[in-house]
């Protein structure tokens, strides 16, 4: 059974940094696709925020580049989100995702809340 397990969230001020990290079990990262961060705002949609592929390309939202980056440690099992320069606006659920051949999971998510 695949499970993805996110942690890193919580309340920072503007201007401030996190990192997320998103543990995969039941399947290696090596095995996907690709592996990615999406954000939930209150009454709005999900919208991807970060995916790195098998190869390690990168593919960032507009409103996160140059502030965030994502990156991967295959031994690990985990993919990680470094957020910086954070802002009121990025205050989110931010989901970790796995795109594989047949299936997608997703994690339950991870809070991030940024004061202004």
């Known amino acids: 059974q695949v499970r993805l397990v996110e942690s890193g969230g919580g309340l920072v001020q503007h201007g401030g940094s996190l990192r997320l990290s998103c543990g995969a079990s039941?399947?290696?990262?090596?095995?996907?696709?690709?592996m990615g961060w999406y954000r939930q705002a209150p009454g709005k949609q999900r919208e991807l925020v970060a995916i790195?592929?098998?190869?390690?390309?990168?593919n960032y939202a507009d409103s996160v580049k140059g502030r965030f980056t994502i990156s991967r440690d295959n031994a690990k099992n985990t993919v990680y989100l470094q957020m910086s320069s954070l802002k009121p606006e990025d205050t989110a659920v931010y989901y970790c995702?796995?795109?594989?051949?047949?299936?997608?999971?997703w994690g339950q998510g991870t809070q991030v809340t940024v004061s202004s």
């Open positions: 995702n796995v795109q594989q051949i047949l299936a997608t999971y």
């Open positions: 039941g399947t290696s990262i090596l095995s996907a696709n690709a």
């Open positions: 790195i592929t098998r190869v390690g390309s990168t």
